[in-house]
């Protein structure tokens, strides 16, 4: 019963833990980042523009432009006729990423903000986090909001 109960108060904590944090702070700074460079977010399957390329240039580009050809159509080989992959270890739905890509960076920061704030209040880069992804979607009152607690609003009783 003692074990059940300790992996009880584990789970409690490990969203709030060190290590969850830090991952969440970098997936929160990658999302802030495609959505202040939204070229980043852009998939390389488009074709460039070769009007505007030398000779060179151009063969460079299309030779580069067949060989992710070529790995994409190695990729749809390496599945059978179901779509499923034929190595039973590797079941990525989207290996490269293009979905989440896909996705509003804002909104799925807000979600790991908001887990971060809830159960990793006592680390300032939570703060620190929620402020900018609030200024992002201009939600200013939150982003100057400390806590839950209402520690704003103790903290302005002791200056009157």
Do not use: C
């Not at 006592?122 to 200013?140: C, H, P």
Request: hydrophobic content about 35%; overall charge positive.
């Amino acid at each position: 019963m003692r074990a059940y109960v300790d992996v009880l108060r584990f789970e409690d904590r490990i969203w709030g833990h060190e290590f969850y944090q830090a991952a969440a702070d970098g997936l929160i700074k990658s999302y802030l980042f495609l959505y202040d460079n939204p070229a980043a977010a852009k998939t390389d399957l488009e074709e460039p523009d070769y009007s505007s390329m030398s000779a060179a240039e151009r063969k460079k580009a299309k030779a580069i432009a067949r060989k992710k050809k070529k790995s994409a159509e190695r990729e749809t080989q390496s599945k059978d006729g179901n779509g499923q992959s034929r190595n039973p270890g590797s079941v990525h739905d989207d290996p490269r990423g293009e979905l989440l890509l896909k996705r509003d960076p804002l909104e799925e920061a807000k979600k790991y903000v908001n887990t971060l704030v809830n159960s990793a209040p006592n680390f300032i880069s939570t703060w620190l986090l929620r402020y900018d992804v609030a200024i992002r979607r201009q939600k200013m009152l939150m982003a100057l909001q400390v806590s839950e607690e209402g520690d704003v609003a103790n903290e302005s009783k002791s200056f009157r």
